[in-house]
């Protein structure tokens, strides 16, 4: 992918975000602060204002920009979260102009990381990264494999989709969730589920 690519998948998940707004809301409504949806779109409004004033190739420059976009106007943990995810993984790209299949998997490697180290937490807490590495791990199997491009891409987001759906079977013990205790058995995890959004917007785009 070059940097317009890159650009114009930003833009698509933005849309994504727009779209599945009231359902993630919903979703947060039950477990969390009630504001996940509200607060993704109106980050990605910011990200996609901020991209249509950012001339350049570098897509470093554009998953950074995106991330601090994220950061600056998503409320909750979730800014913090996806802002640290855009950045680091804009840091491993700097100054690149084009980027891979390895490229977007040691994006989504090091995305994991800082999520990771932001959140203080890992997989089995019912947070994003129960999406995250299922996919991240489902697509360096596929990709060892010699699947193309769009097969791991869908390796990864069947995986992340498996992912949401084991947040239901499990305690929340990160953010607000974590104060329903046992009554968050049977509730699928915002950020996981929006992660998942993200990352079959990625799927599509690149498979057209």
């Known amino acids: 992918m070059k940097a317009q690519e890159v650009t114009d998948i930003i833009r698509a998940i933005g849309k994504k975000i727009e779209e599945e707004k009231d359902f993630l809301t919903e979703l947060d409504n039950v477990i969390g602060d009630g504001d996940h949806g509200i607060n993704m779109a109106r980050g990605f409004q910011t990200v996609l204002t901020k991209l249509d004033s950012l001339a350049t190739d570098d ?80 697509m360096r199997q596929a990709k060892e494999e010699g699947l193309d491009t769009a097969e791991i891409l869908l390796k990864g987001t069947q995986a992340a989709e498996a992912g949401v759906e084991y947040t239901k079977t499990i305690i929340a013990t990160k953010g607000r969730a974590s104060y329903l205790g046992e009554r968050s058995i049977g509730h699928q995890d915002p950020g996981a589920t929006s992660f998942t959004d993200m990352l079959d917007t990625v799927r599509l785009c690149v498979s057209r």
């Open 59 to 138: 897509i470093g420059n554009i998953l950074k920009t995106t991330g601090m976009a994220l950061v600056s106007t998503v409320g909750g943990a979730s800014g913090p979260l996806y802002g640290t995810a855009f950045m680091k993984a804009g840091a491993l790209m700097a100054g690149k102009t084009d980027m891979s299949v390895d490229d977007f998997l040691a994006c989504l490697d090091a995305a994991v990381e800082g999520v990771k180290m932001r959140g203080r937490s890992t997989q089995g807490e019912k947070t994003m990264l129960d999406a995250m590495i299922p996919a991240l791990e489902a």
